[in-house]
C-alpha cells in the first residue's frame, strides 16, 4: 500500500477484467454452431453466450452469418449484427433490418468461394442495388458493409471487380476474412487490403492462425490483440471492428483456434480474447486528476491481472485548482 499526497495527474488504464468491466467496441464474435446442429448443441448455445458477455467480458457485438437472431443472441446483451448471406431470402431483408433497428448490416460471405455464397461480382452488384441501396435510402444512418471475400487469390480480384459493377453503391466499410499461419503473414495482408481500399474503414469478420500448435496460436492471438503488441488491432484507426474464428466448442478437426473447449469453458485464447485479458491500455484509457489535498492510496493486489497504473508528476501551485 503507497501513500500518494503530492499533486498528479494519472492515466489509469484498468483491463477489461476489472469487475466493473470494460468493453472494447471493435471487439466481437463471430458464433458458430456444429454443423448439423443438435438440441443439445443448441441448448449450449445458450448458456455458451453469457460467458461472452459477463460484467467482465470486452466483447461488444456479435454475428451468425444470418439476417436474424435466435432468442439466445438476441437476448444475450451483445449487439447483434445481421448478415445477408447469400441471395435466398433477400426480398425480405429490409422489413427484417427495420425490426431488428440494426445499425450494420454485412452483405454476402465468400461469394469468390464455390462452397459459400458463390456469386459473380455482377450478381452480388446488382443484388446490392436492388436490396441493399434501399436501406441507405430509407435511414441514412444505417451502415452498409460489403461481401466479405476470403483471403485465397481469388477474393481481392474478385472485391475489386465487384467495386467497379457497384461504383454508385454506397458502401459504409468493408469486411474481409483472414486464415493463415503467423503474425506476419496477417500483418502483411492486413496493410495489403488497407492500400487497396484506403478510402473504407475495414471489418474482419473472420480470422485466425490456423498452426496446429495451442502455443503458436495463443502467441498469434498475444501479438494482435493484447498490449505486448506494437500495433494491435484496437489501436489501428482503419480497423473498425473485428471477430476471431470463432466462437464455438473445440471440434475435433484438429484445430487449435476455438475458445472454448469440448466442455464450453473458455480456453486460454477465449480468455484472453472474451474477457479482454492483457488487452492493450490505449483501448480502455481513462485520465483522473488528483487535486493537491487528496491521498491517493494504491493497493497492491495478489491479483496481477486486476489493475495496471501509469502515473505522471507535476508540479502544481495553489492557484492551478
Not at 162 to 186: K, L, N, Q, R, V
Not at 232 to 245: H, M, N, T
Not at 262 to 289: C, E, F, H, I, N
Amino acid at each position: 500500500m503507497v501513500p500518494l499526497s503530492s499533486s498528479l495527474t494519472f492515466i489509469l488504464a484498468a483491463w477489461p477484467l476489472l469487475a466493473s468491466g470494460t468493453k472494447l467496441p471493435k471487439r466481437g464474435l463471430a458464433f458458430a454452431l456444429p454443423k448439423n446442429p443438435t438440441a443439445t448443441d443448441i441448448d449450449n448455445a445458450a448458456v455458451d453466450i453469457t460467458k461472452a458477455n459477463q460484467s467482465t467480458g470486452a466483447v461488444s457485438w456479435v454475428y451468425n452469418w444470418n439476417i436474424t437472431a435466435p432468442d439466445y443472441l438476441a437476448d444475450s446483451g451483445l449487439e447483434f449484427v445481421p448478415m445477408q448471406w447469400n441471395g435466398v431470402g433477400i426480398e425480405n431483408l429490409a422489413a427484417t433490418v427495420k425490426q431488428l433497428g440494426a445499425k450494420y448490416v454485412l452483405a454476402f460471405n465468400e461469394p469468390d468461394s464455390s462452397l459459400q455464397a458463390n456469386m459473380t461480382p455482377e450478381t452480388a452488384a446488382s443484388l446490392w442495388m436492388q436490396y441493399f441501396e434501399p436501406l441507405k435510402t430509407e435511414d441514412s444512418t444505417i451502415q452498409l458493409g460489403a461481401p466479405a471475400v476470403t483471403s485465397n487469390g481469388t477474393g481481392i480480384p474478385w472485391l475489386q471487380k465487384f467495386m467497379t459493377e457497384c461504383a454508385t453503391c454506397t458502401i459504409d466499410f468493408i469486411p474481409f476474412h483472414w486464415y493463415g499461419m503467423g503474425s506476419a503473414s496477417f500483418y502483411q495482408y492486413l496493410y495489403e487490403f488497407n492500400s487497396l481500399f484506403p478510402s473504407y474503414p475495414l471489418w474482419i469478420t473472420e480470422y485466425a492462425d490456423t498452426t496446429l500448435t495451442d502455443e503458436a496460436m495463443t502467441a498469434f492471438m498475444d501479438t494482435t490483440l493484447t498490449g505486448e503488441s506494437t500495433h494491435p488491432l484496437d489501436d489501428i484507426d482503419f480497423v473498425e471492428r473485428y471477430a476471431w474464428f470463432a466462437y464455438e466448442r473445440t471440434q475435433t478437426d484438429g484445430f487449435h483456434y476455438y475458445l472454448m473447449d469440448a466442455q464450453g469453458d473458455l480456453t486460454t485464447a477465449g480468455q484472453k480474447y472474451v474477457l479482454g485479458l492483457d488487452a492493450p491500455p490505449s483501448a480502455v484509457r481513462k485520465r483522473v486528476d488528483v487535486p493537491t489535498n487528496y491521498d491517493l492510496w494504491v493497493f497492491a493486489s495478489d491479483e496481477p491481472r486486476l489493475i495496471y497504473i501509469s502515473l505522471k508528476f507535476f508540479e502544481f501551485t495553489d492557484h492551478d485548482y
